[in-house]
């Protein structure tokens, strides 16, 4: 038994080319088994059934609801807690996103760093496949990125916490790619009843 990119691509709502992306990240890490039948290529699990998109997003969405209710203000504690998720969980970052790490590494360009918060963002926001994210500010030690059309930008506010948790995480993949330190924060969450005018800008700052 297995699935075609297709059906995958229904039954969890993302588009057919975000699914070719991760199904081929999840070969690369032996979490399924490829099979060519026909001019079709048939996707099965090796370990274990994986949740449609909605639902996980549904919970994650919920988590953050009630940590935002439990523990209000505590911004600064789940950029914390962004940073301890990478000390037990290694995000399947794709095969052309490390190349660019390395290419730039290689090169010392510092600000090039700082553009690859672009390409590298997906790899640990698994979440979303509409995100638009734009470069607002472009400073030779700094720059400022403004996301749009994220499921996380809520008029409520409900689940800001999850972009303080993405700046922990952010701060610690430049460390380990990069050997460089950097601050990444919010800069700004602009919310609206408009979903097209609504967006968060996160900063990404070399630290001297």
């Known amino acids: 038994m297995g699935l075609t990119i297709t059906e995958i691509s229904k039954r969890t709502g993302f588009h ?16 399924v088994k490829k099979k060519e039948i026909s001019r079709a290529h048939v996707y099965s699990t090796k370990k274990r059934q994986f949740l449609p998109r909605l639902l996980v997003n549904s919970f994650v ?22 940073k301890k998720v990478l000390e ?13 790490f390395e290419e730039v590494r290689e090169s010392y360009d510092l600000q090039a760093q700082l553009r690859l918060f672009q390409e590298s963002y997906i790899t640990f926001d698994l ?14 030690n700094k720059m400022v990125y403004r996301l749009k059309k994220s499921d996380f930008l809520d008029s409520s506010g409900e689940y800001d916490y999850f972009f303080y948790l993405v700046c922990g995480i952010t701060e610690v993949l430049y460390l380990r790619f990069f050997n460089t330190k950097v601050n990444c ?8 009843s408009n979903e097209e005018e609504s967006y968060v800008d996160i900063s990404l700052e070399l630290q001297q």
Do not use: C, W
């Open 127 to 140: 979440f979303q496949e509409e995100l638009d994210i734009s470069i607002i500010l472009e400073q030779k």
């Open 88 to 100: 037990h969980f290694e995000f399947p970052i794709k095969k052309d996103v490390l190349k660019a």
């Open 185 to 192: 924060n919010v800069e700004k969450i602009h919310k609206s």
């Open 61 to 82: 969405k919920s988590l953050f609801n009630g940590m935002k209710d439990l523990y209000p203000n505590k911004e600064k504690d789940f950029k914390e807690l962004g």
């Open 16 to 31: 057919r080319n975000t699914v070719s992306k991760y199904m081929n990240l999840l070969e690369a890490e032996d979490f």
